[in-house]
């Protein structure tokens, strides 16, 4: 009984991957808005009601490929926090974490549009895209933390009348930070995502040629502005 429960779940496993594989790469070639589980099923072979059993609806297929997407780059984010060196200090661990999350983007273009592009035209993403979409921040976040705990954040500032919205982010994203550490994050986390969306899609043509370096740089600057030195 139990080699036969874990041969169809293994099976039920593979035709998921399957599903999943097919509506990335129609993602790449029309976009998510065109996304169609009757196509799926037509390339796969599959009747259309077999692909239901799986994926109900065309949303809940979305709502897969993006936590699968929002996973992916939070563990690149994750091994690239964990592979730098922890004596090599805050900003060049940031710099890794950034640089990592860039060089994921620019080998997904497309699963990154799908979490970082233009919403979907009639979809919603429900509660549970929360936890994978933090991944990224909360490593970012994490390097903030141990430079916080260790020598200090620096050079941060906030006008007065700002505190009250400073206050309820600090809370919400991280309440052992000092509230001029949240309006950073934000800013940075926004600003690092911007940098990356501008390559992705095409803004940086013809403006930014050694990309890389520019890359590099701009990481850093970002570092300083969340008190990282």
């Known amino acids: 009984m139990r080699t036969a429960q874990g041969a169809r ?8 991957a399957a599903i999943k594989d097919e509506a990335r790469r129609q993602l790449a070639a029309a976009g998510a808005g065109k996304l169609s589980l009757r196509a799926v099923a037509r390339e796969l072979g599959m009747v259309s009601s077999a692909v ?7 949303d809940d297929l979305l709502t897969a490929l ?11 984010a994750e091994r690239a926090r964990d592979e730098a060196a922890a004596d090599a200090g805050p900003v060049p661990r940031w710099i890794a974490v950034c640089t990592a999350v860039r060089g994921w983007a620019l080998a997904h273009p497309h699963e990154y549009a799908l979490i970082y592009g233009s919403p ?3 979809y919603t993403a429900p509660r549970t895209t929360v936890p994978p979409a933090s991944r990224v921040g909360a490593v970012l976040i994490g390097i903030i933390r141990d430079a916080h705990r260790g020598h200090g954040l620096v050079g941060l500032g906030l006008p007065a009348e700002l505190h009250p919205e400073a206050e309820r982010l600090v809370a919400d994203l991280a309440p052992d930070l000092p509230p001029e550490a949240a309006t950073a994050i934000v800013a940075t986390w926004a600003q690092l995502f911007g940098l990356v969306s501008f390559e992705v899609f095409g803004q940086f043509n013809r403006v930014v040629e050694d990309r890389e370096r520019f890359f590099e740089h701009a990481a850093t600057g970002l570092a300083h502005a969340v008190g990282l030195r």
């Open 120 to 122: 979907v035209p009639g």
């Open 66 to 76: 993006i936590i699968d997407a929002y996973d992916s780059v939070g563990a690149c």
């Open 9 to 16: 779940a293994r099976a039920r496993m593979e035709v998921t």
């Open 52 to 58: 239901y059993r799986y994926f109900p609806s065309r």
